[in-house]
Each structure stands twice: as structure tokens, then as C-alpha cells.
């Protein structure tokens, strides 16, 4: 053969008979596949002769077909309807018609919508009951401790010889007379213990109910200023001063190089033993610094 002149030629011609048998046989053996009748596709129809139809027999003819009935609804169980006659009109004298009442729907859900609302305000008025008992216990309360302040108030004024004031206005009375008031002169010094005499400051006093002093001294200043010192101070059964605040109401002057002697003036002040005393009385101790002492 002339197409097959070279030695290349023959050796592909050879090589393509040889792929080309190969894939011959292969496709003989497991060439591609069919269905013999081929396989239904769709959706199945039941045989039958009508559009409706009941049972579970199939029938091999036609059958009759009986007329279509409408469906009978079940009866409405009617409400009971209530006559009303009313009475005769006063003006004409004749008898009104005759007038048929029913519950309706809608009566039925005003009714539910009272009911709702009667319940709520029951409701609302008990938590408001609850909310004013609280509240009032809770002034009750408030009364009490204003009360039990007060009264505690009131001792402590009494034990200071009525002293401290409330809302601008003194309490309590000192003096030892019969008659209730606060003995004394205006200009007097709260804290001496002589209802009479001078008014003039002199250079200190105390008070110190039911207690009579034994003992006093007095701090020089370290500091060239002059005013009065009133010193708050605790005093035992023995008499002894344990506690001394300098500074309190009364003070006319509060420099330190003054409040410092002062405190350590009514540590140098004892008074009586007194068994029957408070184990912690309260009283006063007024010191008055000059210029040049």
C-alpha cells in the first residue's frame, strides 16, 4: 500500500486497529442498557364511570348513580325568648306593643366586659387598701421614733437643767423654787450656779446639777486673745471629769490656742462623791480668757 510507504505509517496504523477493536469489544459487553417495554412514567388513574363514588369494591359495569342530596345541617338550638309587656303609657292609656328580647352576641361580651371590669376595680381598690395600710404603719413608725426622739430629747434636757433648745425655743426649767420657769436675770450667765448677784462674766462658772464642786483650777493661754470657752464635760459617781468637750453653744471665742487651755481647765475641776448620781452626768464648765493672762 502507498499510505503505509513508511515504517512510522505502519506502525500507527497497527496501533489504531488494535484501540479501536479494543473498544468495539468493550461496548459489546457493557454497552449501555434499555428497558424492554420501556418503563411507564406518570401518575395512575382508579377506573371509574363518575366523578364521586363511596365503597371498597370495585364494580366491573357501570352502576346508577343516585341524585345528589344536598346535606341537611343540623338544627340550631333557639334561646330561650322572653316576652316583655310593659305597662300602660300614662298618656294615652294604651297598651304598648309587645316587645321580644334576646341575648345577643353582643350583650354577652358587654356583660364579659363589666365582669372584667368590676374585677379589676376590686382589685385595684385592694392593692390601694394595701398600699394605704402600709403606708400608714409606715407613719406610725415614724410617729414612735419622733416621739421616743422627743422624749429622749426632753430627758437629756431635763438632766442639763433644761439647756438645749428645740425649733428656736428653750425646754425644760431650772431654779429651786415651787413654781415652774427658768430662775434667774436675762443677762445673767446660763452656767453660774447663784440665782443672785451681779451679772457680770468674773472669770468662770459651772453647771453641774445636784453636785457641789470641790475642787477648780485654770490653764493659762499661750496666746494674747480674750472671750468665754464653754466646755461640755462628763462627770462620774467619784466626781471625776472623764470626758470634756470645749467649743459647745455659748462659746464666744473657738481659736484653738483657747479651746486647748479650756479643756484641760475642766480637767482640773471635781466635784462631790455621790453615789446615787448617774454613772455618767452631764454638765458645763465656762472659762473666760482676758487680755494679758
Not at 42 to 66: C, L, M, R, W, Y
Not at 139 to 166: C, F, H, I, V, Y
Not at 275 to 280: C, T, W
Amino acid at each position: 500500500m502507498s499510505f503505509l510507504n513508511t515504517k512510522h505509517k505502519k506502525k500507527s496504523f497497527t496501533l489504531t486497529t488494535i484501540l479501536v477493536s479494543a473498544l468495539l469489544l468493550l461496548l459489546f459487553y457493557i454497552g449501555l442498557t434499555y428497558m424492554d417495554p420501556p418503563e411507564e412514567k406518570g401518575i395512575a388513574v382508579n377506573f371509574g364511570t363518575t366523578d364521586f363514588g363511596s365503597g371498597k369494591v370495585q364494580p366491573k359495569e357501570k352502576i346508577k348513580s343516585e341524585p345528589y342530596k344536598k346535606p341537611i345541617k343540623p338544627p340550631v338550638e333557639q334561646q330561650e325568648v322572653k316576652e316583655v309587656v310593659p305597662e300602660k303609657s300614662s298618656v294615652d292609656n294604651k297598651p304598648s306593643e309587645k316587645v321580644l328580647t334576646q341575648e345577643s352576641e353582643e350583650s354577652i361580651l358587654i356583660k364579659q366586659q363589666k365582669e372584667a371590669k368590676r374585677k379589676a376595680d376590686a382589685e385595684a381598690k385592694k392593692a390601694k387598701a394595701e398600699a394605704d395600710r402600709v403606708a400608714k404603719e409606715k407613719q406610725e413608725a415614724q410617729e414612735r421614733l419622733r416621739k421616743e426622739k422627743e422624749a429622749k430629747k426632753k430627758k437629756l434636757d431635763q438632766l442639763m437643767g433644761g439647756l438645749n433648745k428645740s425649733d428656736g425655743e428653750a425646754t425644760g426649767g431650772e431654779g429651786d423654787d415651787n413654781r415652774a420657769g427658768d430662775k434667774g436675770k436675762p443677762e445673767g450667765n446660763p452656767y453660774a450656779t447663784s440665782y443672785y448677784g451681779n451679772s457680770g462674766g468674773g472669770s468662770g462658772g459651772y453647771g453641774l446639777n445636784g453636785r457641789s464642786l470641790v475642787n477648780k483650777g485654770k490653764v493659762e493661754q499661750n496666746c494674747n486673745q480674750e472671750g468665754r470657752v464653754v466646755v461640755k464635760i462628763i462627770v462620774d459617781r467619784n466626781g471625776k471629769v472623764i470626758s470634756a468637750t470645749p467649743g459647745v453653744k455659748g462659746t464666744t471665742n473657738s481659736d484653738p490656742c483657747l479651746l486647748e487651755p479650756a479643756k484641760k481647765t475642766a480637767f482640773k475641776h471635781k466635784w462631790n462623791l455621790d453615789g446615787n448620781a448617774p454613772s455618767k452626768q452631764v454638765g458645763f464648765v465656762v472659762v473666760n480668757f482676758k487680755l494679758g493672762e
